[in-house]
């Protein structure tokens, strides 16, 4: 994940504790609203995904788990600008580490999520 980290801090102007953070948001918010099978192909090839620990498990589920999670990300410190350079970039770096297609089709189950990738 580090490497991550370090293209989050770079892409969307966070430090390094926004950007862990932002992860483990992001991460929470896929297990939580996304297809069970496929986020977990998903973070299987995700280099360290399984071991990013997220405080926000359960915190998204339910109609309202986008505006939870884009509450999370504000109240790490995060503008909106941020946080649609941080998702965009979470999902290019999905989509060279894992199958393109379970990343599109995450994606396109999730409600909401479109909008910030």
């Known amino acids: 994940m580090q490497e991550l980290v370090s ?10 504790d926004q950007a862990r953070r932002t992860i483990a948001i992001v991460i929470g918010f896929l297990k939580d609203a996304g297809p069970r099978d496929e986020v977990e ?3 299987a090839q995700l280099p360290g ?28 410190g995060l503008g909106m600008t941020q946080m649609q350079a941080a998702t965009r970039e ?22 909401g999520l479109s909008q910030f990738v």
């Open 41 to 43: 192909t998903l973070m």
């Open 90 to 111: 979470f999902v290019v770096y999905a989509k060279e580490q894992a199958d393109e297609e379970t990343v599109n089709h995450v994606i396109r189950s999730i409600p």
């Open 7 to 16: 293209r989050l801090m770079e892409q969307a102007d966070l430090n390094e």
């Open 49 to 76: 995904a399984r071991k990013v620990e997220s405080p926000f498990d359960g915190s998204f589920t339910g109609p309202m788990g986008a505006m939870a999670a884009f509450n999370a990300l504000s109240a790490s």
